[in-house]
């Protein structure tokens, strides 16, 4: 079985700053890239970051600037690092994990509970 966990979430003043943290956990062969999602009330969820296994990244031209992904692979751990925070990027963040379980097995992307965050003006 494999768990995708987020943790960090919480409250920020507008102009903070918050980081996540999400940790993949269990049966694991290979994690072929690991990023962030997040959906607001009424919106569909959409992509925030993206790092590949070589190290490549990929961005929202929304956040693009302002936030930071990095991971930790020893650890099968991303971080996003989220700076200058607005109010209208109030969501629920959600981490997901390409993982390739087991040795044979297609590659699958496991998704997070979600973690809250939540910017007040």
């Known amino acids: 079985q494999v768990q995708v966990v987020e943790s960090g979430g919480g409250l920020v003043h507008i102009g903070g700053s918050l980081s996540l943290s999400c940790a993949a956990s269990g049966s694991i062969f290979s994690i072929y890239a690991m990023g962030w999602a997040r959906q607001a009330p009424g919106k569909q969820r959409e992509l925030v970051a993206h790092i590949a296994s070589d190290g490549s990244t990929k961005y929202a031209d929304t956040v693009r600037g302002r936030f930071a992904i990095s991971r930790d692979s020893a650890k099968n751990t991303v971080y996003l690092q989220m700076n200058s925070l607005k109010p209208e990027e109030t969501a629920v963040y959600y981490c997901?994990?390409?993982?390739?379980?087991?040795?044979?097995?297609?590659?699958?992307?496991?998704w997070g509970q979600g973690t809250q965050v939540s910017v007040s003006s």
């Open positions: 997901y994990a390409e993982i390739q379980a087991r040795r044979g097995e297609i590659p699958y992307d496991y």
